[in-house]
């Protein structure tokens, strides 16, 4: 709604509508025209010394250039930038030409504009929405700014992924790695989309995207590629652990390529298939008797717990029992870590939070039109959400992981005195 300005005396008052966004635009409008003109004038003066033989000089202001509109967090804003010619001979090494920082030749969006175009799409508005939306934030005089341009973002995206999945890792460690695959219904497409995912943690306890790729099913031959790329790039030492599901393509794959890290399945997903096999009336209990395992004091409790899981529910859901007794030793594997690290170590989380996000964003519109697309998005996406990551818990613990240093259910087990 406008706001009302009183102006004039006592005997005399009268009233103005006015737009507060509207005087903001102006305002931002004088004071650019104003910075523009200074800069000119600024460099106009710093080359005073440049005169003819007869005292004139030759670097002088010369009106201004055609007027410009700009798209800006303000609003679109008109301004004039001042023209400067140099009369100094073509071939003089010290004649130059004058070239605007504040506002570069064929600007027409400023950067933060630019960035809110994806930012936009990101966080789950349509490219038929995007128009609306824009004149909504900058006013109506925002044009250009349509869904083409986020066509052409994908494109520039994909560019982004390939020279990121070229970057060298041979500084890099990583300490934990976690996995998953993550699937995508693609419109033009009759077969869904697995995008397979890694993640790392560092020494210092930094989690950062390790690799994005294109994937077939999570089959051991696409882990192996990706795992072989990363390994060709660099990335020589083997993780502690790695974390992922049940899918054995992973582990086949990581087996072969870092055969000293050692398996941790994520429980959230273990849970899931152990509930699938079990009726919907005694899932909940079973749930409660899975909680009891993973989230036992030590080892010893943790496998009491297995123990009185399987002896309850075997006779009658003997697929349920078998599924979780197969991968016990890889189940419990967190317990060899530091304590601190164990809400990281027991789940994909990292990854599962993360793609929730592009989740989102595919509900939106209804899937992506290509593979492509699909897999540039997800890259832009992570990027985006690994801003916000958080180091680990206890990360200091890490050079002791790293060292070797033996930890027995989570707590750092000293080293006897020679």
């Known amino acids: 709604m406008p706001r009302t300005v009183i102006l004039g005396d006592e005997s005399a008052e009268r009233e103005i509508p006015i737009e507060l966004d509207e005087i903001v635009r102006r305002g931002a409008q004088r004071m650019l025209q104003e910075a523009l003109d200074f800069e000119v004038c600024e460099y106009v003066n710093r080359h005073a010394h440049a005169q003819d033989e007869e005292g004139r000089r030759q670097v002088v202001r010369n009106g201004y250039l055609p007027k410009r509109k700009l798209v800006t967090g303000a609003g679109c804003l008109e301004v004039e930038q001042p023209r400067v010619r140099d009369l100094r001979d073509p071939g003089d090494p010290q004649r130059g030409e004058f070239t605007s920082k504040i506002l570069p030749p064929y600007l027409r969006r400023t950067k933060n504009i630019d960035e809110l175009i994806p930012w936009l799409y990101l966080r789950g508005i349509s490219t038929k929405d995007m128009q609306p939306a824009l004149e909504a934030i900058l006013g109506r005089d925002a044009k250009g700014l349509s869904a083409n341009i986020v066509t052409r973002l994908t494109t520039v995206w994909h560019g982004e992924l390939d020279e990121w999945n070229r970057r060298d890792l041979s500084k890099k460690e990583y300490v934990y790695l976690w996995a998953d695959g993550i699937h995508f219904n693609i419109r033009l497409e009759e077969d869904r989309q697995c995008i397979l995912v890694l993640m790392g943690a560092t020494k210092d306890g930094t989690k950062e995207l390790i690799a994005i790729q294109d994937g077939f099913r999570e089959s051991a031959q696409s882990w192996k590629e990706l795992l072989l790329d990363i390994k060709s790039r660099g990335l020589e030492v083997d993780p502690k652990i790695a974390i992922a599901d049940g899918a054995l393509g992973f582990w086949k794959a990581v087996g072969m390529i870092y055969p000293t890290t050692r398996s941790q399945r994520c429980w959230v997903h273990k849970t899931a298939n152990i509930l699938n096999k079990l009726p919907k009336h005694k899932q909940p209990q079973a749930k409660a008797d899975i ?125 006897n005195a020679a």
Request: proline share 3%; aromatic share 10%; hydrophobic share 35%.
């Open 291 to 415: 909680h009891n395992i993973w989230m036992a004091e030590t080892r010893k409790d943790a496998s009491e717990a297995f123990e009185l899981f399987v002896s309850k529910y075997k006779d009658k859901y003997p697929k349920a029992t078998q599924c979780v007794a197969n991968d016990e030793d890889e189940l419990l594997a967190f317990y060899d870590f530091p304590a601190e690290h164990w809400p990281h170590l027991r789940t994909t989380n990292p990854i599962e939070s993360t793609f929730a996000t592009v989740r989102h964003r595919h509900r939106k519109t209804k899937g992506s039109g290509s593979r492509t697309a699909c897999l540039s998005m997800v890259f832009k996406l992570a990027q985006v959400a690994s801003e916000n990551w958080r180091r680990l818990k206890g990360s200091q613990r890490l050079l002791q992981v790293i060292a070797g240093d033996k930890f027995v259910d989570g707590i750092l087990e000293e080293r």
